[in-house]
C-alpha cells in the first residue's frame, strides 16, 4: 500500500525529546481505545524524523520537520470505505490535540 499525505501541520517549535514523551503518552493512551495491538516507533531517515503507527491494517506516518509536521497513511480500500469526513475531522483534531499538547503549537 502507498502512503497518502493526509494534513500538514504548520508549528512553531521543532521535536526534542521530551516532546516525544509526549507524543509517547499519548499514543498508549489512544491506543487503549482500539480493539486490535497498536504498534509505533520512531525512525530516521537522513535528517527526516519520523513516527510510524501501525494498527492493523493501517499504517500511519507522521513527519516532523522544523516549520511542519505531515501526516500520511496507508490502508486497504475496505478501510477507506470507513475512513468517513467525520473520521477525517476527528483524527485531524486529535493530532492538533497532540501537537498542542506536546508544545509544537500554542
Do not use: C
Not at 500511519?60 to 475496505?78: C, K, M, N, Q, S
Amino acid at each position: 500500500m502507498k502512503l497518502e499525505q493526509f494534513y500538514v501541520f504548520p508549528i512553531q517549535s521543532t521535536l526534542n525529546a521530551q516532546k516525544r514523551k509526549v507524543i509517547d503518552a499519548q499514543i498508549n493512551d489512544n491506543a487503549k481505545l482500539f480493539e486490535q495491538t497498536v504498534e509505533y516507533k520512531w525512525l530516521k531517515r537522513g535528517e527526516e524524523k519520523f513516527l510510524r503507527i501501525l494498527a492493523d491494517p493501517v499504517t500511519v506516518e507522521i513527519v516532523f520537520h522544523d516549520d511542519r509536521v505531515e501526516l500520511y497513511g496507508a490502508a486497504p480500500a475496505w478501510a477507506r470505505v470507513l475512513f468517513t469526513k467525520a473520521r477525517k475531522k476527528e483524527l485531524q483534531e486529535r493530532i492538533q490535540d497532540v501537537l498542542l499538547a506536546a508544545g509544537f503549537v500554542q
